[in-house]
């Protein structure tokens, strides 16, 4: 069986960035997003990864950006992934020369299928939870039951996720990765080195299991 991935987002300092892949993260985020409380600009974003260790996944995060201000960030940041979650289409998704993950919200109706196709190039749907106003980082599960057995592309685990519920969404989602940001937080924006060992032991728990 294949271990889960594990991306820690919101990253902000070195400090946090080293705990989290010390712990075990596969992948690292960096929100591009100004209205969150986890938005990092590029200059940062560029000292962090350059701090990093190799093999570390480095996911820029956009909300319906303009395509010269990604453009822009990627001409500062050594980003290696995108990740969009706003109303992108594949076209625009595709349009960056970087590999790149599509987030879907999770509300009545969503078909994941229908939108693998739709965002064919797409290495993998982040699938999150819905709230109208946020884009992500909401701190909110849904209903894993609605995620459909075989998507047809690799699903990453997002929203309300934390050292509690890690090991049983693991067991019963059996997602390609997991992606976390509130639940790993002592506060906002700012990462908790024990929280996040703690939820890379929940993933390991969930995958023996
Ligand atoms: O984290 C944010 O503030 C954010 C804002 C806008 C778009 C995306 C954002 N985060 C994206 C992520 O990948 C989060 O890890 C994901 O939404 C889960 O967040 P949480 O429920 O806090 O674990």
Redesign the pocket.
């Known amino acids: 069986m294949t271990r889960t991935r594990v991306k820690i987002?919101?990253m902000r300092s070195v400090e946090d960035a080293l705990a989290a892949v010390e712990a075990g993260a596969d992948a690292l985020?960096f929100?591009f997003?100004p209205p969150?409380?986890?938005a990092i600009d590029a200059a940062l974003c560029r000292v962090i990864c350059q701090a990093l260790p190799p093999f570390v996944e480095r996911v820029g995060?956009f909300?319906d950006e303009a395509p010269e201000q990604v453009r822009k960030v990627l001409s500062i940041a050594p980003l290696s992934l995108l990740?969009f979650?706003g109303d992108e289409n594949a076209a625009y998704c595709e349009s960056f020369s970087l590999p790149y993950i599509k987030?879907v919200r999770m509300k009545p109706g969503t078909d994941l299928i229908a939108l693998a196709q739709t965002y064919s190039s797409a290495q993998a749907l982040?699938v999150?939870?819905y709230m109208p106003g946020m884009?992500?980082?909401?701190?909110?599960t849904f209903d894993w039951q609605v995620l459909p057995d075989n998507v047809g592309k690799p699903v990453i685990l997002?929203?309300?996720?934390t050292p509690d519920n890690i090991d049983i969404a693991v067991r019963g989602v059996r997602p390609y990765a997991v992606?976390?940001?509130?639940?790993v937080e002592s506060a906002p924006g700012k990462k908790d080195a024990a929280l996040i060992s703690q939820f890379v032991q929940g993933v390991l728990r969930g995958d023996a299991s």
Do not use: E, M, N
């Open positions: 987002c919101g985020g929100v997003y969150s409380k986890r995060l909300v990740q979650h987030a982040l999150d939870a884009p992500g980082g909401t701190g909110l997002a929203g309300g996720l992606d976390v940001s509130g639940g």
